[in-house]
């Protein structure tokens, strides 16, 4: 599977193999080894927690499951998690053009918003309570003109209405 198909997969459903919204912790681990403990988003808290496998950063609440997911494609190339422990990699760039010809093929719908600092998100409700992104930028810094395509530089998923959490 290519990197485009993979994106047209976490825009169809929501989530990308065993990384999808909800998914407890111990799941992901059993499917792809154990990620890496970023550590918590707060000073104040021990959770929520941060975690990494390879370019994929991951969002886990206190009771261990999955809220959201970024992808990062900032560098030349990409790891994702699997199938199995390891790493798949990939050339990062993404064109627009080629993201949204594979969102048309896998019949998906997205919200386009722009913003004036050269960047553009389509945005895509796979789910209820899930809410997927695509952030393309037009240069790769700010001092860059401005090139002929947008590229994507990062990707994910959030939850909407995360019940509350039993206490640790």
Not at 43 to 59: C, M, N, Y
Not at 135 to 164: I, M, N, Q, Y
Request: a negative charge; glycine letters at 10%.
């Amino acid at each position: 599977m290519t990197l485009v198909e993979e994106l047209a997969r976490l825009a169809a459903t929501g989530g990308m193999g065993a990384l999808s919204p909800g998914a407890g912790l111990a799941d992901i681990a059993a499917a792809y080894g154990e990620p890496e403990d970023l550590g918590p988003v707060s000073r104040k808290a021990r959770w929520p927690r941060r975690f990494g496998s390879g370019s994929v950063e991951l969002l886990i609440c206190r009771c261990r499951t999955l809220r959201s997911l970024t992808l990062s494609l900032v560098l030349d190339t990409v790891e994702l998690p699997g199938p199995g422990p390891g790493q798949r990699t990939f050339d990062a760039q993404v064109t627009e053009s080629d993201l949204i010809s594979a969102l048309v093929d896998a019949g998906c719908r997205w919200e386009v918003r722009e913003y004036p600092f050269g960047q553009r998100d389509l945005w895509l409700s796979p789910g209820e309570k899930v809410r997927v992104s695509f952030a393309f930028v037009d240069r790769e810094t700010l001092d860059d003109p401005v090139s002929g395509e947008w590229v994507l530089a990062k990707a994910g998923f959030w939850t909407l209405g995360h019940e509350v959490c039993p206490a640790e």
